[in-house]
């Protein structure tokens, strides 16, 4: 039975989503409709689509009581928005519904697990946030809380663990049949850990172990944990708070981390070997990935940072929050490889091609401009003998504005920065990042979507997001080098 409280909700998200045009919103990347949006949840395929619910306060485009936003797609680019599939309106989840996952029952229904969130007075009179785990089960539109909720709470958690910190449950199921999920949680050492608890029919769940602790090496809390096989290899996903620069690798605040390793079943043993961060640009935070029909492992993250919510949501009050584009993950040599979704390759239309261009100071090329563009790079060295001091692309670009991307071959750094969009707030501007010396020859893929864009480089090596909301007026696109270079280019034009 729907509650009065999630009533209202799916009432007011279908008058007020008419209030924003669709010019106003990304054209392909999923946005909040209406309200505030912020880590994706319930990243699934069920029945035939794909399904992503998210965080969500319909009512103001600041974060606010959480709700499970939800939409639906069969390519990952069109969006269909379905009502509300969770609100707050249960004693155990009255502070709000938080992150979480979701999978298929035996019996065709869709299971929810979130993390209900109860405001609790302490004994020095402070507030806290006591946080449990729930479910919710449905038929791919309707969910109806357990009965039994919550079926993970403080008493299921190993010794020194907080009650405050313990939340983003990802579920899965093993070959043989078996429930897991983990849940992030922070250890008495103040630090991030990875619980992991099991379940024969996912409904009576039991802790298992610790399936990977922080011990204070990558920030400190871990949030929205992800786990999966991929390419004979484990890689685990999450997005610490508070990090620690670690060179250019990983930058100050709240970030993301991979790990890849071995899993050993029998055990439930998690074992380390490498490290990187997921993005290196300024907005992206939470992923979570799905396992598609045809065997493709996607990955979409929330397109903000938290250090900068204010910024756009005190200019503009209908929407705030984006999605990532989804992303086919691979592992190759050590590392997580990130590539837009193949299905973006339909969007493209209008295609232009320049070879061999030369740049030297300021090049401006006919066709080559937009702010829906699907854009490839090849640069290389000029002169053989004299190595470029510096290359840069700037896009979304008029006589006031541009945002840029920037590489200095000497060092191998890359730069995102975007403190000339026509933000007058002192946000992130920009981030820097060490990309894979090949003797001044970069690949680069950037994707324009009206206030984003999204690069990748060397094939997907790494990849850069950042938010931008400049004027959609600002459609210029200019080459600029310090020393000589030679340049490939192909874009394309992204249309519904």
């Given amino acids: 039975m729907t509650s009065q409280t999630l009533r209202e909700a799916r009432t007011y998200e279908e008058t ?10 990304p054209q392909f990347h999923l946005s909040a409709r209406t309200g505030w949006m912020n880590d994706p949840n319930g990243f699934s395929y069920y029945q035939g689509k794909y399904h992503l619910f998210y965080q969500y306060h319909p009512y103001d485009s600041h974060w606010g009581p959480m709700h499970w936003g939800h939409a639906v797609s069969e390519d990952l680019l069109h969006w269909e928005y379905l009502p509300a599939a969770l609100a707050p309106d249960e004693r155990y989840d009255q502070g709000g519904c938080f992150s979480g ?23 020095n009179g402070e507030m806290r946030e006591v946080q449990t785990q729930c479910l919710a089960v449905g038929n791919g539109m309707d969910y109806e809380k357990y009965e039994q909720n919550p079926v993970l709470d403080e008493t299921d958690l190993p010794k020194g663990a907080s009650r405050f910190d313990f939340r983003d449950p990802k579920m899965w199921q093993k070959a043989d049949g078996t429930y897991c999920c983990l849940i992030g949680s922070r250890p008495s050492d103040g630090s991030g850990q990875i619980l992991l608890y099991t379940s024969k029919d996912a409904f009576q769940w039991k802790f298992q172990n610790v399936l990977c602790a ?35 690798e990983f930058h100050n605040g709240n970030g993301t981390l991979c790990l890849i390793g071995e899993y050993e ?20 935070y939470a992923p979570q990935t799905v396992l598609s029909p045809d065997g493709r492992r996607i990955m979409i993250g929330w397109m903000q940072n938290w250090d900068t919510c204010s910024f756009r949501a005190s200019e503009h009050s209908l929407w705030y929050g984006q999605m990532s584009l989804p992303r086919e993950l691979r592992v190759k040599n050590g590392r ?47 002169d053989a003998d004299r190595m470029y001091r510096k290359f840069s692309i700037r896009f979304a670009q008029n006589e006031s504005y541009y945002t840029s991307l920037s590489y200095r071959p000497e060092k191998s750094i890359l730069k995102i920065d975007r403190k000339f969009s026509g933000s007058r707030r002192a946000i992130i501007h920009q981030r820097r990042c060490q990309v894979r010396d090949r003797n001044g020859y970069l690949k680069l893929r950037l994707i324009l ?14 990849a850069l997001s950042a938010t931008m909301y400049t004027q959609q007026e600002a459609d210029g696109i200019l080459f600029l080098a310090e020393g000589d270079v030679r340049m490939d280019v192909v874009k394309y034009c992204l249309n519904e």
């Fill in 101 to 123: 996952s979701a999978l298929m029952l035996p019996d065709g229904r869709q299971l929810l697990m979130y993390t209900g969130v109860v405001m609790e007075r302490q004994k």
């Fill in 214 to 248: 922080n011990q204070n090496r990558f920030g400190l809390m871990w949030e929205c944990p992800d786990f999966f096989a991929l390419d004979q290899k484990y890689v685990l996903l999450t997005s610490p708070q508070d990090l620690m620069p670690q060179g250019l």
């Fill in 336 to 382: 997580l490889y990130q590539q837009p979704v193949r299905e973006l390759e339909q969007l493209r239309s209008g295609k232009t091609v320049r070879q061999d261009v030369a740049v030297a100071g300021i090049v401006q090329l006919d066709g080559i401009r937009g702010r829906k563009v699907d854009l490839e790079l090849s640069i290389r060295p000029g």
């Fill in 449 to 462: 979507d009206r206030f984003s864009v999204e690069v990748f480089v060397n094939d997907g090596e790494q």
């Fill in 16 to 25: 007020a989503e008419k209030l924003i045009s669709s010019q106003e919103r």
């Fill in 265 to 284: 079943e029998a055990t439930d043993t998690f074992t380390e070997e490498c490290s990187q961060s997921i993005d290196y640009g300024i907005d992206f």
